[in-house]
């Protein structure tokens, strides 16, 4: 029997449909192509990508970790903030930074095997380059996301995320940004925080918990297994956790793929860390307001089980086939986790 729930923290419905679920071929996914040869990011091929912007290493001086500029960048650095008018419409120059974190130096590495050690130096790779990019005042917005697999945008095999920093703030952030103010101005509490609390009350849809941080399926999830990692009290920003936060989130990570890689598979997905805008000079600084009280570090992982349809794009209205309970019930099974 079908629902429809909504989001507060993304201010979205979405239609929980488990009949569609037996659908034909639903999560067949296309089969991605692979050449060891020709990737770019293995060991000894560090000059098929532009010099290191940041680089881990082991005892022996081997990278472990590696930061590259985006070679097919979507924007970029060297550009100057502005705009113009042409005719009707309005054109802003391309201004931004666009990176690429190579995770390991294991062409074939899934995340479900990362050791803590791993996690731990990939999240100091991104954190690094949040700070460093805030220092950049015409940056207003930096997202970190890991695309896996074809079914989720991604071209090559080996692990790698991405950094897309951008002048504007884009609409879906200030979006969440706006419903988590005014809940904050209501109930002086930060949103996100308060649907941890509930989700730790009700233990439905929690599928992991340590002393920093809990992964659960949303109420509303818009796809199916979605998780959310958050943290347990208010943290802002990837940027500002204390290296003992780092280490418990490494550790939520670690578990939350080997759950979802044991129930799904050698599934696709996309990786989302919701880290705030940055504060710069050409935004009101009230919209920054408290924003550190407000605004909750988060990630969020979108298995990509199947395609997005006309409904989806028409209207925005996602149709999920798998209720959240289920799917928290059969990651929670997952004892390996």
Not at 30 to 51: W, Y
Request: aromatic share 10%; proline share 6%; hydrophobic share 35%.
């Amino acid at each position: 029997m079908s629902e429809v729930r909504y989001c507060k923290l993304r201010g979205e419905k979405v239609i929980i449909a488990p009949e569609r679920l037996h659908r034909p071929s639903y999560f067949d996914k296309p089969k991605q192509e692979d050449d060891l040869t020709l990737c770019p990011f293995e060991p000894g091929s560090e000059k098929a990508t532009p010099d290191a912007i940041y680089t881990a290493q082991d005892k022996n001086g081997n990278w472990t970790c590696r930061v590259v500029p985006n070679l097919y960048k979507a924007l970029s650095i060297e550009e100057h903030f502005g705009s113009k008018r042409i005719g009707f419409n309005t054109q802003e120059s391309g201004l931004g930074a666009h990176e690429v974190i190579i995770e390991t130096p294991q062409h074939d590495l899934n995340m479900d095997h990362y050791t803590l050690e791993q996690w731990q130096t990939y999240l100091k790779a991104a954190a690094s380059r949040i700070k460093d990019l805030s220092h950049d005042i015409r940056l207003a917005h930096i997202q970190v996301f890991k695309n896996h697999g074809a079914a989720a945008g991604a071209t090559l095999r080996h692990p790698h995320s991405q950094i897309l920093a951008t002048a504007f703030i884009p609409p879906m952030i200030e979006r969440e940004i706006e419903l988590q103010r005014a809940y904050f101005q209501k109930e002086k509490r930060a949103l996100l925080i308060d649907i941890v609390s509930e989700e730790i009350r009700e233990e439905k849809r929690v599928i992991y918990e340590n002393s920093a941080f809990i992964a659960f399926t949303p109420y509303a999830s818009l796809h199916a297994f979605e998780v959310i990692i958050a943290p347990k009290e208010q943290k802002s920003n990837l940027a500002s956790l204390h290296t003992d936060t780092l280490k418990e989130l490494s550790k939520a990570l670690q578990n939350v793929y080997k759950k979802l890689y044991t129930v799904l598979g050698n599934f696709d997905f996309n990786m989302i860390f919701k880290n705030p805008p940055q504060q710069i000079e050409h935004v009101n600084p009230n919209y920054f307001y408290q924003m550190d009280q407000f605004f909750t570090f988060h990630i969020q992982i979108i298995p990509r089980l199947y395609t997005l349809a006309g409904y989806e794009f028409g209207t925005n209205v996602h149709i999920n086939p798998v209720l959240p309970e289920m799917a928290a019930e059969k990651l929670k099974e997952e004892k390996n986790g």
